[in-house]
């Protein structure tokens, strides 16, 4: 099922080599190309910065307000035009949500192959991403454009959060419980429809998933049991667990019988149709992650499944759990449940 094939341009999808958050660069590649960057002094009033592998940026203003900085853009992950403008507009936001901010304005990043999309395909990957910034109640301020062989669409995000409020991912607790926005698979539903196996429902639930705005987060960083939040993306649970039990410095027990899929991605990993990404982001980090011996291959790609626009993961008191699913569900995340807990012990993912 590819929406708006259309003899007058090619398929989104055909033009690019990976598309949505599986275009990421593994995990393991990313931490060689950040060793090799070097680093510069890091200023006070910068709250967060890349030591943690954090969601965005957070730099203190004032004693009242900190500013969170995210950019985020990808190559698409659907041949809908307006619908890749929106997946990779929610996309980008949903850092800032993460952070527990909430945002003020984007800059949109844009490049396009000109002579082979027609200007009206570009115009509406655009309005697609400037109806979701609507929605989220922020203006696309600027941007820049550059004309590039394969298309590209994100954006720069900003926001504000109180600084005694700011949710890093590092800062869990042995003894939290782990709570999940959204169910996973984005991943193998692209997979499948890149492939021509996706159906029209699966097509819909994917969109639907994946232009869920991540609005708890600014509510669920008031509540005082809540520890810590990320969101799932690029590297799939299993990776974001990880960098969340690194920076915590504990150990992450995910029970795989209470983590939410997607309907029909089981069967769809089973077939095989999972991605490349999924396998890359094993290779990366498979080391620090324990399975239970009965675990298949096709659980372990989801588990590893890159997630474009994934829900929050929330480490929180076990006595607020009632809270923080409270708000998610004020938000119409219906899916969200308890998936884990935080345990001491070395920093690694023991799934159970």
């Known amino acids: 099922m590819n929406p708006l094939q259309s003899a007058a341009y090619p398929r989104l999808t055909s033009l690019s ?7 990421k660069i ?6 060689d190309i950040l060793r090799h960057a070097g680093s510069l002094p890091v200023p006070d009033a910068l709250l967060v910065g890349i030591e943690t592998a954090d969601d965005a940026a957070v730099y203190q203003l004032n004693d009242e307000q900190a500013l969170v900085a995210t950019t985020d853009f990808f190559m698409p992950i659907v041949d809908d035009p307006h619908d890749f403008g929106r997946i990779a507009a929610t996309n980008a936001i949903s850092d800032v949500y993460a952070m527990g901010g909430r945002p003020i304005m984007a800059l949109g990043l844009v490049g396009m192959p000109v002579n082979v999309l027609p200007l009206d395909v570009i115009g509406r990957i655009l309005q697609g991403g400037q109806s979701i910034c609507a929605q989220a109640g922020i203006p696309v301020a600027g941007g820049h454009t550059i004309d590039s062989v394969e298309p590209i669409y994100g954006l720069v995000v900003l926001g504000l959060v109180h600084p005694s409020k700011v949710k890093r991912n590092a800062d869990a607790r042995a003894g939290d419980a782990l709570v999940l926005g959204k169910p996973l698979g984005v991943g193998v539903l692209s997979a499948a429809l890149k492939k021509d196996r996706l159906s029209a429902d699966g097509y819909q639930r994917m969109v639907a ?18 520890h810590a939040m990320t969101d799932v993306t690029g590297f799939g649970l299993a990776g974001h667990a990880l960098e969340m039990a690194r920076g915590a410095g504990c150990r992450i027990e995910l029970t795989w019988s209470a983590v939410p899929l997607l309907p029909g991605v089981g069967e769809l990993a089973r ?20 399975l239970p011996a009965s675990f ?11 997630q474009t626009s994934g829900g929050l993961l929330v480490s929180c008191t076990p006595d607020s759990v009632d809270q923080v699913l409270g708000v998610f569900r004020q938000h119409g995340f219906e899916a969200a449940t308890v998936v884990g807990r935080v345990a001491p012990g070395p920093a690694e993912v023991v799934v159970v």
């Open 17 to 23: 080599h990976g598309g949505g958050c599986g275009c």
């Open 26 to 31: 593994a995990p393991g590649v990313l931490s």
């Open 209 to 226: 998933s994946t232009t869920q705005l991540n609005t708890p987060g600014p509510e669920l960083a008031e509540l005082a049991g809540v």
């Open 271 to 290: 077939l095989g149709l999972v991605t490349g990404a999924s396998g890359r982001n094993w290779a990366s980090y498979g080391e620090q992650v324990r």
């Open 296 to 306: 298949s291959d096709a659980e372990r790609a989801l588990l590893t499944d890159p």
